[in-house]
């Protein structure tokens, strides 16, 4: 198991550069798993390629049903208590915090590309590129 944030939930889902190497983790360990906050991102996500007219309303739906699914039985609500003492030691907002605490209190990784959480926590947050 490993803990995703929202960006490597959109690579496997939206054609992009990154996408490739979002597949390979996936094959490698399709066990992700993110806090309940992700939903709000991913959403946020796509409602901005649907303004751009990039893809339709169903291909939006779609999407986000298939991302559901894929996280299924592996979403996690995060206590305040989790993210204070992560939120005074890093330069980092308090969602960014959220897939931290996760991944401590799942004791696995986080794949991020996020190059602060990289920085602030390097020996729980992981490059999607560097694990790939």
Not at 7 to 20: Q, W
Not at 105 to 119: E, M
């Amino acid at each position: 198991m490993i803990v995703v944030d929202t960006n490597i939930i959109v690579y496997l889902h939206i054609e992009g550069e990154f996408t490739a190497d979002a597949e390979k983790l996936y094959q490698a360990d399709s066990n992700w798993a993110a806090p309940l906050l992700w939903r709000s991102e991913f959403r946020n996500v796509l409602l901005g390629y649907f303004k751009r007219q990039q893809f339709s309303f169903l291909d939006y739906k779609a999407i986000v049903r298939q991302a559901e699914s894929l996280l299924h039985d592996f979403e996690y609500d995060i206590s305040s208590d989790d993210l204070f003492y992560l939120l005074e030691a890093a330069n980092c907002s308090a969602y960014d915090c959220e897939f931290v605490a996760l991944a401590n209190k799942l004791n696995v990784p986080l794949i991020t590309q996020d190059k602060k959480i990289l920085q602030s926590f390097p020996n729980v947050a992981y490059s999607l590129r560097d694990v790939v």
